[in-house]
């Protein structure tokens, strides 16, 4: 099958190059020439573990090239919008018009019953908007395939998906009812498309377009409500003397919990959760579901707030002085195996010790040339070892395997102070300690704390 994807970003990108190993032949769309001369090159403008070797490799077979001219995507049978739904610049709501405008522009050269399929996280009544769109053009199939990608596993997720998600016209009834049919004609296409994935067991399900829009929305919303909820246990834990490692450890035992996102530290960022959170927060508020609008609100706010909790601490471990101390920072990307910093605590955190004096060195295995010209006001080093030479605080703020693994006595002969802030609570705090380093975690140094007054009395113990 002729597929187009237009909008060649991460999702945009990772899509393209897996339906091409699949067998399609595909063209990627994007108005960036840079962008495109990269990927027709066979290499990604960004880190994403599997997928130069697939760009290679749809190069090499000639079923993968890339354009910005929307002319290249004319006999194509599905097109994929893919294009980036960011946070509006004014409003925690999503900014649609690169989508519109990518609509609009595919527009003319849509072949007849070419099937209009996006993958964009939007928020409810976006297909309906598109939908208008497109009514001149009865014979055309307008569909909502939501992704459900993670970085740093993307190719995985697209090639061995949890689940495909069709959303259709009328839902499910519509797209199983006899006869012909737009919903019928959208599903029919889309399990051609994902015939390998439905070959070999992954579960496929059909809905109506609102399902489907809220589908990625809610799922992240659900992940960030448990990150965010281990995370206030950890300040509980700390208030308290209890660990909250230990807690988390208990409470994912319990099958109906279960522990994946349930791992105390300094939060999550990046470009999909904080503003779909933000964008959910919106539609509830504007559809009067205010639980859902004070919900998202408390989770984000705990989620920054581990950055400025993150920094305070960071000041207690130099005896409540910043200014002047050198501070080194494991990691910039907002999470490990991605050059990703869009909204990365460990940045937030770094330029927040910058601007209380410290001398701040930040480090990362793949992320420093995009923190570098994000952020020129920091200081960069790529090998580890320099930046950590002469540091009187050391934080670990990105968990790469590189350096949940350090030595500490091998680390502890290059900075000036052996102590570290281990925001992610991924380091053998025993092992570090044995080396003669103090180390502190969110929720994880239990301390003694004063037994609870009582609340209740006695009318013998009361004086009048």
């Known amino acids: ?55 290679s490799d749809g190069r090499t077979t000639g079923r993968l090239t890339f354009s910005t001219d929307f002319a290249d995507a004319a006999d194509a049978r599905v097109h994929f919008l893919c294009v980036g739904t960011p946070q509006s610049k004014t409003s925690d709501g999503a900014d649609l018009s690169y989508l519109v405008s990518a609509t609009r522009t595919l527009l003319p050269h849509l072949g007849r019953g070419a099937a209009v399929v996006g993958k964009s996280t939007v928020p409810v009544g976006t297909v309906d908007m598109l939908g208008k769109m497109l009514a001149r053009r009865p014979d055309v199939l307008l569909g909502w395939n939501p992704e459900f990608l993670r970085q740093g596993t993307a190719v ?104 994946r996102y349930l791992h105390a530290g300094l939060g999550f960022g990046g470009g999909c959760l904080p ?58 990307a907002f999470k490990p195996d991605t050059d990703d910093i869009r909204d990365s605590p460990a940045l937030d955190v770094a330029l927040q010790l910058a601007a209380a004096g410290a001398h701040v060195t930040v480090t990362d295995p793949k992320a420093i040339n995009n923190a570098w010209m994000r952020y020129p006001q920091l200081r960069f080093e790529s090998a580890p070892g320099r930046a950590l030479e002469g540091a009187e605080l050391v934080l670990l703020l990105t968990e790469w395997d590189q350096y949940r693994t350090m030595s500490p006595a091998l680390v502890g002969q290059l900075v000036r102070r052996r102590t570290v802030l281990d925001a992610r609570n991924v380091l053998d705090a025993a092992a570090w300690e044995a080396e003669g380093w103090t180390v502190r975690g969110l929720g994880t140094n239990a301390r003694p704390v004063a037994a609870p007054v009582s609340t209740s009395s006695t009318s013998g113990s009361q004086t009048r």
């Not at 099958?1 to 970003?9: D, E, L, Q, R, T």
């Not at 067998?23 to 090159?41: Q, S």
């Not at 779909?276 to 504007?286: F, G, P, V």
């Open 1 to 55: 099958m002729k597929i187009s994807v237009i909008g060649c970003g991460y999702l945009g990108a990772v899509h393209a190059a897996t339906l091409a190993s699949m067998g399609h032949t595909v063209v990627g769309i994007d108005v960036d020439p840079a962008k495109v001369d990269h990927l027709a090159r066979g290499t990604a403008p960004f880190f994403e573990p599997g997928l130069d070797e697939l760009l």
């Open 156 to 259: 995985k997720d697209t090639l061995v998906p949890d689940r495909l998600v069709y959303g259709v016209a009328g839902g499910k009834e519509s797209a199983f009812a006899r006869g012909s049919g737009i919903a019928r004609g959208v599903t029919a296409v889309l399990d051609a498309v994902y015939e390998p994935l439905l070959c070999a067991g992954i579960p496929r399900l059909v809905c109506n377009f609102a399902t489907a829009e809220l589908i990625k929305s809610a799922s992240n919303a659900y992940l960030a409500t448990k990150v965010s909820f281990i995370n206030a246990m950890s300040e509980l834990c700390d208030a308290s003397g209890a660990d909250v490692s230990e807690l988390s450890e208990a409470m994912g035992l319990d099958p109906r919990i279960g522990n």
């Open 275 to 332: 503003k779909d959170i933000r964008s959910l927060k919106t539609q509830a508020s504007s559809l009067g579901v205010g639980a859902v609008s004070d919900w998202m609100g408390l989770v984000d706010s705990i989620n920054t707030g581990q950055r400025s909790r993150t920094v305070h601490l960071a000041r207690d471990l130099c005896d409540g002085h910043l200014a002047g101390r050198t501070v080194t920072v494991l990691g910039a």
